[in-house]
């Protein structure tokens, strides 16, 4: 149910540096409630204290994730079954976890996890992905929705343009499952483009919400150029 409720629209990514004034629970979930209140049919959220005050507000479905850095993987976006308990406790609706290729903290195999998630907690999973056979391999490990949000974020991805339109619509061409785009929407145009190119919902972040990078760029426009 959660899932269909995000057909066609817009998620928004409330979400904020580390060592931000926004990154507070107070503030990303008043960004999450502003974003029910215009239309969004759901959000995106970091962290149980953040997700866990959305939850109390908001009624959209929340895509709960937590980065965490470990010393002996590149995997930061739910890397654990441990990370993932806690984001289902805070009040998250959808998981969404790296599914990438890349080695995973304790070894950990992303078939496993996903499917520990889905027993345990009976919470569908989206696999944040980079690039096309990984879009695959998380279809066939049982992923309820692949995302595109890691795509041009790793190793294998580097130098890919931004919205992945491409990746995209191969993705909707050869997956039935629900394609998320995210990663680059800047304007509705990209937006309209995204769901052109099959997408079953869209996750908009710093175009909306990203006050920290918009005010830089806005700050680099000026005579002083920066602070």
């Known amino acids: 149910m959660q899932i269909e409720q995000l057909r066609g629209g817009l998620i928004v990514s409330c979400q904020a540096p580390i060592g931000s004034p926004l990154n507070d629970p107070h503030i990303l979930s008043a960004m999450a409630l502003t974003a029910e209140q215009q239309g969004a049919v759901g959000v995106r959220l970091n962290g149980p204290a953040n997700i866990?005050?959305?939850?109390?507000?908001?009624?959209?479905?929340?895509?709960?994730?937590?980065?965490?850095?470990?010393?002996?993987?590149?995997?930061?976006?739910?890397?654990?079954?441990?990370?993932?308990?806690?984001?289902?406790?805070?009040?998250?609706?959808?998981?969404?976890?790296?599914?990438?290729?890349?080695?995973?903290?304790?070894?950990?195999?992303?078939?496993?996890?996903?499917?520990?998630?889905?027993?345990?907690?009976?919470?569908?999973?989206?696999?944040?992905?980079?690039?096309?056979?990984?879009?695959?391999?998380?279809?066939?490990?049982?992923?309820?929705?692949?995302?595109?949000?890691?795509?041009?974020?790793?190793?294998?991805?580097?130098?890919v343009r931004l919205p992945a339109f491409d990746l995209l619509e191969r993705l909707a061409t050869r997956i039935k499952l629900p394609i998320i785009c995210e990663g680059g929407v800047a304007s509705p145009e990209n937006l309209h483009r995204a769901f052109d190119c099959g997408a079953f919902a869209v996750v908009v972040g710093t175009a909306i919400t990203g006050i920290t990078q918009l005010v830089k760029n806005f700050v680099a426009a000026t005579p002083h150029g920066s602070f």
Do not use: H, W
């Open 52 to 159: 866990a005050a959305a939850r109390a507000r908001v009624a959209v479905p929340i895509i709960g994730l937590e980065k965490v850095v470990t010393p002996d993987s590149d995997v930061y976006i739910t890397p654990t079954f441990a990370v993932a308990e806690n984001i289902v406790t805070s009040g998250a609706d959808i998981i969404a976890l790296d599914a990438t290729q890349r080695t995973r903290p304790n070894q950990e195999k992303i078939e496993a996890l996903i499917a520990r998630i889905q027993k345990e907690f009976s919470r569908p999973v989206m696999a944040d992905i980079a690039t096309f056979d990984e879009g695959l391999l998380a279809a066939d490990c049982g992923a309820n929705l692949i995302a595109t949000t890691l795509c041009g974020y790793t190793k294998e991805s580097e130098g």
